[in-house]
């Protein structure tokens, strides 16, 4: 099956919480639900969702590059939402991340996430290649 490697993020609740950014097993790497604060707590982009989403899926990129792989093994994304109104626009950014790489993706809309500052959450699921 493959080693397992554990990517933290440096967020200071992940041990407290018991879980990390990514986790890559093998081929496989799955990213955590991402949002947009950074690892001393500061949120990004308050009442902006173009920005939140843009800064989750940096995020993300670099949490699945420091696991070995890149946004293109990327093969399924989860999506939640505060507000479905907000769809179209998160969906823009994440177009420009994944337009040529099309993952399977979901959009959900919540009725909240863990801060009310806080427009979206992002989780994505990626098979690196063993070329």
């Given at each position: 099956m493959g080693e397992r490697v554990n990517i933290s993020s440096g967020a200071p609740w992940e041990p407290i919480?018991?879980?990390?950014?990514?986790?890559?097993?093998?081929?496989?790497?799955e990213v955590a639900g991402t949002t947009a604060v950074d690892a001393q707590g500061n949120f990004f982009g308050e009442g902006d969702v173009v920005a939140q989403t843009q800064y989750v899926l940096e995020k993300i990129q670099r949490a699945i590059e420091q696991a070995g792989g890149t946004m293109s093994d990327v093969v399924r994304t989860r999506i939640f939402v505060t507000d479905r109104e907000h769809m179209m626009e998160v969906a823009k950014v994440h177009g420009k991340f994944f337009g040529e790489i099309r993952p399977a993706s979901t959009g959900v809309e919540v009725g909240a996430l863990i801060d009310d500052r806080l427009l979206v959450e992002i989780?994505?699921?990626?098979?690196?290649?063993?070329?």
């Amino acid at each position: 099956m493959g080693e397992r490697v554990n990517i933290s993020s440096g967020a200071p609740w992940e041990p407290i919480a018991g879980y990390s950014r990514a986790v890559r097993v093998g081929q496989f790497i799955e990213v955590a639900g991402t949002t947009a604060v950074d690892a001393q707590g500061n949120f990004f982009g308050e009442g902006d969702v173009v920005a939140q989403t843009q800064y989750v899926l940096e995020k993300i990129q670099r949490a699945i590059e420091q696991a070995g792989g890149t946004m293109s093994d990327v093969v399924r994304t989860r999506i939640f939402v505060t507000d479905r109104e907000h769809m179209m626009e998160v969906a823009k950014v994440h177009g420009k991340f994944f337009g040529e790489i099309r993952p399977a993706s979901t959009g959900v809309e919540v009725g909240a996430l863990i801060d009310d500052r806080l427009l979206v959450e992002i989780e994505a699921s990626a098979i690196v290649s063993s070329d």
